[in-house]
């Protein structure tokens, strides 16, 4: 197979990946603690903060940007690959944009000592609106980067049989 074929294959899988992961969250971390008290939802978010900066996770957060910047240049002369893979790529871009300039800071004031009510408080509504929109976002590349796959697949007679 072509490197174009697996590099556009592996930007397809990390971006399902990463929008699984944000759903799950969405679905069920957030939801679950959201019944807890505030210092067992304080002390579950340090811990999960402190457990996420791992390599699986990073390939995971930043591997829809890196391959769809290497599918978008090795796909370029096929236009509407191209621009469903442009398009996956700038809301991969804006998930890794609001989780750095949105979800982190927040992450960030979590660590700090202080009433865990308080730090509930100022955490939890936007933190929850960020991750929503980064879930969103995701969820558009995934399904941008799946067109786009799907369609290369098709011109170039990989398709699967109907």
């Known amino acids: 197979m072509r490197t174009r074929t697996w590099v556009l294959g592996l930007a397809t899988i990390l971006s399902g990946l990463y929008a699984g992961f944000c759903v799950a969250y969405a679905l069920t971390v957030m939801p679950g603690l959201a019944g807890t008290d505030d210092k067992t939802f304080v002390e579950a ?3 999960v903060n402190e457990a996420t900066p791992s390599v699986p996770f990073a390939l995971i957060f930043a591997g829809p940007v890196v391959l769809g910047i290497a599918a978008l240049v090795m796909h370029r002369a096929q236009r509407r690959t191209a621009i469903l893979l442009a ?3 700038a809301c991969s871009v804006a998930t890794v944009a609001v989780t750095l300039l949105g979800n982190v800071p ?32 995701a969820i558009s590349a995934f399904g941008l980067v799946a067109a786009a796959s799907a369609g290369a697949r098709e011109r170039a007679g990989l398709a699967l049989p109907a």
């Open 87 to 89: 398009a996956a790529l």
């Open 45 to 47: 978010m340090r811990s």
């Open 106 to 137: 927040l992450n960030g004031q979590l660590t700090e000592a202080g009433d865990p009510a308080a730090l509930r408080e100022a955490f939890e509504s936007p933190w929850v609106t960020f991750h929503l929109l980064r879930t969103a976002l």
